[in-house]
């Protein structure tokens, strides 16, 4: 098989994050609260965001785990310590590929491995050549072997 023929051909997988929820904050204060989180230095990556209900939301993203003590004073300024879940224990698992521009399925495919697998997904990001799962790090060896084995990475 080519490699241009390959739905997915790369894995990839980082420990080096830490995930942050927060529960029902508003529009206004998330603008105000990304902006510190920015002016503090501090890189996101993963976001993740519910629809509004009464004018509220909540939303998780990922930081990197050295800027955790950082980020999680910015947000006690926004929110309450119990509206604010932190998650160390994250593995980010990115999955690459050019055919998965032109191929269905592929990401209800790694829903099935995961959900077979008791695979949690805690938040996900995609593009038309990309899927991104943060998941629990417990859950890596057996993400890897069961995505490489389906995608014959």
């Known amino acids: 098989m ?8 790369g894995l990839a997988t980082c420990d080096e994050d830490a995930a942050i929820t927060i ?11 990304f902006e510190k989180i920015a002016v503090g230095g501090v890189s996101i990556d993963m976001i993740s ?3 509004p209900l009464n004018k509220k939301v909540s939303v998780s993203f990922t930081i990197p785990k050295d800027d955790l003590m950082e ?3 910015i947000v006690s300024c926004f929110v309450p310590k119990e509206s604010m879940v932190i998650d160390e ?4 698992f990115s999955l690459v590929g050019l055919g998965m521009k032109n191929t269905s399925g592929v990401a209800s495919k790694v829903f099935k491995i995961f959900s077979d697998n008791n695979i949690v997904i805690k938040l996900i990001t995609t593009s038309e050549i990309r899927i991104t799962c943060a998941i629990n790090s417990s859950s890596k060896e057996v993400a890897i072997r069961e995505i490489a084995k389906e995608f014959n990475l």
């Open 2 to 9: 080519k490699l241009e023929d390959k739905v997915i051909t």
């Open 89 to 92: 224990e994250i593995t980010k």
């Open 71 to 73: 980020c999680e004073q």
């Open 23 to 33: 529960v029902d904050i508003n529009m206004e204060d998330l603008s105000k609260l």
């Open 49 to 51: 965001q519910t629809a």
